[in-house]
């Protein structure tokens, strides 16, 4: 099973929809069972076989070995055999490899990927997307020497040899401990692929190290700001893993987040729309994970988002590696990913449980069958909700159905009230006993309300990872996949910046104002007053629609323009159903006929009728001790 955290503005998101679907359901007379939250199970930590190998900034300084006179040539002889061996005649070199959509750049310095362009993508600003660039990533592996010294392979030197073949190109990157023993990273890059092979081999290496203690590979990567909100990517941005072939999980939002597994299939440094991705044929037998908040000051730290950190040990085989791995540097595109069929398309976050089902069976084949036909993705948006209230209209004619037999009981219900003031218990049994002799139930409007909530939490987790919204433009909106802007300032404002933004987006006025028509709809002369322990809807309708104001003004404005447009077809929806096709009069009618006609008690029924009775003789009993 998926083992799923929720950051805290996804809870936010969920709190209003959830808000607007209870205000629906309060207006149908309806209580409203209080979400729990599970908690996932704490899992178990198993120990790192090996420390943790040095980070990135403590990387020490190399030692050139050069053999232009006797003493360099002596000492050549004397390294055979050794690590140190690697670095004679060290020069720095870059070899670059490419195919249509990705470029990689390979130092021979720790053999290790420096540069990565996604050559088919620009950033916000119209610059290239560059995953691994300036000293931002390492991959090193760390072992220990027969003589108890650490080594790590990312402070040597490798001898680079490409060579092309049918699959593509291939590049070897060999760390020469003698001229028959090596350590080598094979690279293979296929032609229009976001993939590419990387192999692990090693000749020669149980002369050099210690085979009883395993060597460690450490993966870092911090990851680049590629979008307009640093705070909205961010929010995006994570680690992701797979495990025991079929299982994720992800390691959160926090300023440090640490997660530990077994059985590890593949590690995704995910940055929202894109990722880096290593993955492992035999899975890791336990790895750590390690992400880290950079952004501590949206106005200062505006270049990383997080800093991602995997350490998992790799094992000996005969005292050699052998391990046949893959990079993925790309877009985190769902369809993209679902391609390599590795579970990769569990890193575009569709949700946990019926919520990711919906999407993943029903919106994203919709939405990729109206993209096939249609060029505008707003007008794609707007499609996608046209259908869905089209679709969930029954729901909404049974809720409001529900809303009005309630009104048309209302005065019963009210004389009753005012009869039985001082007996709550005589109060709820006459109350239940106009429900039944009138055949209305107060709980009929509580179950088609309940039916949208997955389909609202759905499209909210949707809209904010679908991959093709970015950067298409709709009216106003430069990018649907980001806030639209009306309007802007430079001056930095504090709070109101941090929680509000620097910027006015429209959508999310719009989606608002839709959403308190839509309360002020659905209340009216029909809101009951409140009862104890229970919220105040009317400050609830006012305070909802100021809370989407402001936590939707930096959210994307794909997801706001769904909200807007789904407000306006429901207000619609409404009008045609209260003034076309429901007539109180009919209803009123109706109800008077049932009172006429004899009911008969289920054993439910009879069962609480009896228990109502006896409580009240208890009562009456205990009023009268009393006396």
Known sequence: ME??????????????????????????????????KNTPPEKEVVESPTPTPAPIENKPVIQKIETKDSLGLAKLESLSGSFEYANINAQDEITTISNEVLELK?????GQVVEAKLKTFDTYKGEAIYLVKDNNARFNLQFED???RQVNTADFYFTPEVTENDEGTRLSMKLKLSDVQYIEYVYQLKSNDFMLDFDINSVGLKDVVNTSKKPVLDWFIKGYRNAKSISYENRYTEIIFGFNGVEDDYTGQGEISEEEEQNVDWIAYKQHFFTSVLLNDRPFTNARMTSRNLVQDQQVDTLYTKSFESVAPIAFENGELSESMNFYYGPADYKVLDTYDRNLKEIIPTGWG????????????FFELLSGYISSYGLIIILMTIVVRIVLSPVLYKSYLSQAKMKVLRPEITEINEKYKENAM????ETMALYGKTGVSPMSGCLPALLQI?????LFQFFPSAFELRQKPFLWAEDLSSYDTIFEWDMYIPIISWVYGNHISLFPILASIAIFFYMTMTTGQNMQPTQPGMP???????ISPVIMLIFFNNYASGLSLYYFISNLITIGI???????IIDEKKILAKIEANKKKPKKKGKFAQKMQEIMKQAEEQKRLKDKNKR
């Open 146 to 148: 027969v003589s108890g």
């Open 354 to 365: 019926l919520f990711g089902w919906i999407n993943e069976n029903v919106f994203i084949p």
């Open 3 to 36: 083992n799923k955290k929720f950051d805290l503005q996804t809870v936010i998101g969920y709190v209003l929809i959830a808000g607007l679907l209870f205000w629906m359901i309060y207006n149908m007379q309806t209580q409203q069972a209080e979400a729990q």
């Open 454 to 458: 997955p389909v609202f939490y759905a």
């Open 574 to 580: 409404m009008l045609v159903i209260k003034n076309v």
């Open 536 to 542: 105040n809807m009317k400050v609830i309708m006012y």
């Open 106 to 110: 390979v130092s021979n310095r720790g």
């Open 426 to 429: 005589k109060r709820q049994q």
